[in-house]
């Protein structure tokens, strides 16, 4: 699949967000927007084996969203996916539906119950060693957040996978320099991630985030046989997409009414026509 499609269907996407977080009346929208194109190049590019009819198939490749309270934007991309119904999706919010607000393993095409910050790494270094000890192709994913990594826990992970050499192994922070309490670097900082994680024994890649090229680029590059496990710091725009809430911390939890759900919903269409009209010609 070519970048402009990719683009294509995370706008999409992006304008489902938008809609069913307005009509749930709850759900991080800023980092599910800051980590959507990620989250679109991993399911309809990078990942393998992935099968709505057989979302348990055993050479699927796994994926771990450790950032657990951004679950809106993998109910969306799993929605695009085949893997959950429309009808299923709109229940969002409302009582009784098996969609909550972190994921779970109810909702087909999730692995893990995850959103308890820092525990994520370790599940996806489980998942990666059993693939390794049982000789299966299968690579894991695990997407954190950057306020996350303020959790000791995930650098114990992160010498463990240095440990057994799990280069079948893919972590992605989504740094977007924001979390509930402000930005990163005033509540914990965390840089240089870079100079951190190579310390740990890791591959590291920088990235834009925000760039659906450089997504691609990026994921392209791994080396799988490299004898290391790999970390894609991505660097991404809190709310992004929607301008009003790019760049503001209070958009980690905020709600939408009717007239900002209209604006954000008229803007992204404005990109998917001009997406449309590039795509036809």
Known sequence: MNTNQLKLIAEQNRKRLVEVVYRAKAGHIGGDLSCLNVMTALYFEVMRGLDPANPKAPGRDRFVLSKGHCVEALYVTLEAKGFISSEMLDTLGQFGSVLSGHPTIEVPGIEVCSGALGHGL??????????????KAYRTFVLMGDGEQGEGSIYEAAMAANKYHLDNLVAII??????????????????????????FGWE?????????????????????HSGKPHLLVSNTTKGKGVSFMEGIAKWHHGVLNEQQCLDAVAEIEERLCRLRKNAEG
């Not at 370790?122 to 000789?135: F, N, P, S």
């Not at 590291?204 to 799988?224: C, H, K, P, W």
């Open 174 to 199: 989504d740094r977007n320099h924001l979390q509930i309490s402000g930005n990163t670097e005033d509540v914990m900082p965390i840089d240089s991630i870079r100079d951190r994680w190579t310390a």
């Open 204 to 224: 590291v890649t920088e990235l834009n985030g925000d760039l659906m090229e450089d997504i691609v680029d990026a994921f392209s590059r791994i080396d799988y």
């Open 122 to 135: 370790g599940i996806g270094i489980g998942m990666a060693l059993a693939a390794k000890m049982d000789q």
